[in-house]
């Protein structure tokens, strides 16, 4: 159990768009009260975001905050624009020295239905919800990556996540910020830079005539805050993921993968009608999963179903030793496949020794020992590389599951299959 009050975040800046009411204002309270210095951000339009502006909204909150004992400046940019987004940063920085927390929290809804959807209400929703959200964490991730700490909240909606009828505007712009979550987690990650997305539930001038008046009541946003807060804080180590909040209930969402199936035999395009037939199995979502990264897909599952579905190579198998596959290895060559491929395998079998396979000008040399430049390093247990070259372990299998690890220029890898047929 932890302490009440134990999560604090004395000595960090945060910034929270939007702040001027609704959930914003919450955050940027809640934050206040537990030691953050707080930019409190509000461009003070309409809930559809039309008007000129004003201070009021922002200045109130300011207020509240320095009231309570806490520290914090306002800021009235509109995100829409790169100027509001960096006007955003500059306030922070100016005012309290660096960016540690984004809340990308400011949103307006324009609702029609698709024929009834004019393009500038389209545009004005995209513009602030993810075009804001682009605007603001650009500046803001520059302080957070030369400071090696960020924690950055996006704010999608049920409405993105699973669709509500006569919001394709505001779903769009919703289901965009998962989208850059998704990579910004990657491009962070080496710098303690989090990035998590939450869809709130809650009371607010933007769901008053949307939610039913008994629920309304039930939906504080101060109910919605102890996640985002959990997310922005140093303890949480999560990032990239998504979950929903209201009214105390809080789950995780997550877009899930089928195991899928190779129709035909990978090599013949598929038809129409093998798609048909197959259509049950590409849809079954038993044994799903979670990608954290496209290439977890691309060069984890859909190579390895298709390497799956390939004969094992005419000739091959029946090793006993590793040294006998090295030795076999000249003349399995395939000086055919050679033209223009200039690469140095090394190969380390733990237990057995290290061998690497040159290959240039259309020749292969293979000795044993550490070539001094190799390109591409493949290490290995001998048991796994002997189950490997007997075809009895697929080779995707192997380097997903960790038993053969790949060093260097791992596209190169890609060429051994064509480079040698044993
Ligand atoms: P709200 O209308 O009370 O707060 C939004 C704030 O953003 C307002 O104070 C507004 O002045 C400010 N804002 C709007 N455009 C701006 C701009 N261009 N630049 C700077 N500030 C701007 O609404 P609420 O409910 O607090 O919404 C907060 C966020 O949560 C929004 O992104 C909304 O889409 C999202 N959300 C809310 C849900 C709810 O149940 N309340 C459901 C799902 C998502």
Known sequence: MVAKNKIRFDGRVAIVTGAGGGLGRVYALELGKRGAKVVVNDFGGARDGSGTGAAGPADKVVDEIKAAGGEAVANYDNVATPEGGAGITKTAVDAFGKVDILINNAGILRDKGLLKMEPENWQAVLDVHLTGAYNVTKPAFQVMRDNGFGRIIMTTSAAGLYGNFGQTNYSSAKLGLVGFMNTLKLEGGKYNIKVNTVAPIAASRLTEDVLPPDLLGKMKPEYVSPIVLYLCSEECQETGKIYNAGAGFYNRA???????????????????????????????????????????????????????????????????????????????????????????????????????????????????????????????????????????????????????????????????????KF
């Open 254 to 420: 997550a877009i899930m993968t089928s195991p899928g199936v190779v129709v035909g035999d990978g090599k013949k395009i598929t038809s129409v009608e093998d798609v048909s037939v197959a259509w049950p199995n590409i849809m079954d979502l038993k044994g799903a999963k979670e990608y954290a990264q496209l290439n977890d897909l691309v060069l984890g599952d859909l190579l390895s179903a298709l390497e799956g579905k390939k004969a094992p190579a005419a000739g091959g198998g029946g090793f006993t030793s590793v040294k006998e596959v090295f030795d076999k290895m000249p003349s399995a060559f395939q000086a055919g496949a050679a033209s223009g491929v200039d690469v140095v395998f090394q190969y380390c079998v733990a237990g057995e020794g290290d061998w690497y396979a040159e290959i240039k000008g259309g020749a292969c040399t293979v000795a044993a020992g550490v070539h001094a430049k190799p390109i591409c390093t493949l290490k290995i247990a001998a048991a796994d590389y002997l189950d490997l070259m007997n075809g009895k372990m697929n080779a995707m299998k192997a380097y997903t599951s960790g038993k053969l690890k790949i060093e260097g220029d791992l596209m190169k890898s890609q060429l051994l299959e064509k480079l040698f």
